[in-house]
């Protein structure tokens, strides 16, 4: 694939990660500093894409460069799952571990909603990275800031989401009724 065809996939993928994201040109624009006209532009491809246009981009998505340019994952030893995007919400994977212990990297969008708290069988702990995350945890409304971590047994009722002041991201990890995600150092005997 030549760099003009690299460069020719660069807007459409803009596009799509911004509606995915539920950010508007405008909103984008006031994250960026970068012109709604400008942005516009980039993502019809009427606007060649630089790197002092995509890095500001990139960090207002809170998703890596190659992300916006498409950069294959050749020879790289990460997990490389595709992420999953629901209710607006989007989940990177981590693990590649169907049944056991899952690890996601959780990035929430400004935009605050309604909680709607579930259950289900298993064990979770998440790990604010940066922003503000609410979470509705039985009759608990708390919220978490960068370090603050949880940790909860998911048959009680739960939801997570944005606190509406910015957009968030957290760690989450897992798994089965009765699996801890850490493990208590026990005092050396001397």
Known sequence: M???????????RLRRIRKEREVTLAGLSEATG??????????SGLRRPSLELLLPIAQA???????????????????????IVRHGRTYLPLTR????LQAFKVLLPQRRSEP???????????????????LVLGEHDVVLTAGEAAEFDTRVP???????????????????QGERMHVRARPSRS
């Open 61 to 83: 998505h809170q998703v890596p460069l190659d992300e916006l340019v498409g950069a294959p994952p050749v020879g790289d030893p990460r997990v490389r799952a595709k992420p």
């Open 2 to 12: 030549s760099a003009d065809d690299v460069l020719a996939e660069v807007g459409p």
């Open 34 to 43: 970068i012109s709604v006209s400008t942005l516009s532009r980039l993502e």
């Open 97 to 100: 571990q169907p049944g056991g």
């Open 158 to 176: 739960h939801w997570f989401g944005s606190t509406g002041e910015g957009p968030a991201e957290f760690l989450s990890l897992f798994g089965p």
């Open 116 to 134: 709607e708290p579930r259950t289900h069988e298993g064990y979770e702990w998440l790990y604010v990275l940066s922003g503000k995350v609410r």
